[in-house]
């Protein structure tokens, strides 16, 4: 019974978030969409900023449950923010609100795991320790939120498979070629792709 409630509080909130700014939706709006009481939401959230955490929470663990592996970063990108594009009203009325903290920290979450794991693949064969891979996964992830923001910022109109692949090119070598500078190691007949 609790999966389930929770599950109609979530898709309650997600429809209204996705139709109206987060700043105006209130626990009677969600409750009233899902046919449940007040003391039914306040039995799991504390308020909405609780149930904006467990969503993305939830969603994060979606991700990580499927422990699915990339051979580029552009699909982990891809696959990082696929709830984020499948709610593009949603994530752009909480970006443009209070839960803006909550949604960059989610993003970051998501984007890094995926970074790192595509930073891991580039290494295969690399003197590259974890310390190094971990730190242009940082790098990187910072990269990709802050072109995330800019698309947010401007009302996402542009097509996001359009505007990654844009941006495939700047960020593909470069990630290869920062591991290969990471360690004198790797200099010796370890060119990046693509920079011989």
């Not at 580039?122 to 730190?135: N, P, Y």
């Not at 996402?156 to 070629?177: C, F, H, Q, V, W």
Request: net charge negative.
């Amino acid at each position: 019974m609790g999966l389930y409630t929770k599950k109609a509080i979530t898709e309650a909130f997600v429809s209204l978030l996705n139709e109206r700014p987060f700043d105006r939706i209130s626990v009677v709006d969600i409750v009233g969409r899902c046919g449940l009481s007040r003391n039914t939401f306040y039995y799991y959230y504390d308020d909405v900023y609780a149930l904006v955490d467990e969503l993305f929470r939830s969603e994060t663990q979606k991700i990580i449950d499927e422990d699915v592996h990339f051979s580029s970063w552009e699909e982990g990108f891809m696959h990082a923010t696929r709830f984020a594009r499948s709610n593009k009203k949603a994530i752009y009325h909480l970006y443009n609100s209070a839960g803006r903290p909550r949604l960059e920290q989610y993003l970051y979450d998501v984007i890094l795991r995926d970074m790192v794991a595509a930073v891991r693949h580039q290494a295969e064969g690399l003197a590259a320790g974890e310390d190094v891979i971990q730190d242009i996964a940082v790098f990187y992830a910072s990269a990709l939120i802050g072109l995330e923001t800019a698309w947010l910022r401007d009302g996402m109109k542009t097509d996001p498979e359009a505007y990654i692949a844009r941006m495939g090119g700047l960020l593909s070598g470069n990630i290869r070629l920062a591991l290969v500078r990471s360690d004198p190691r790797n200099a010796a007949g370890c060119a990046p792709d693509g920079a011989r």
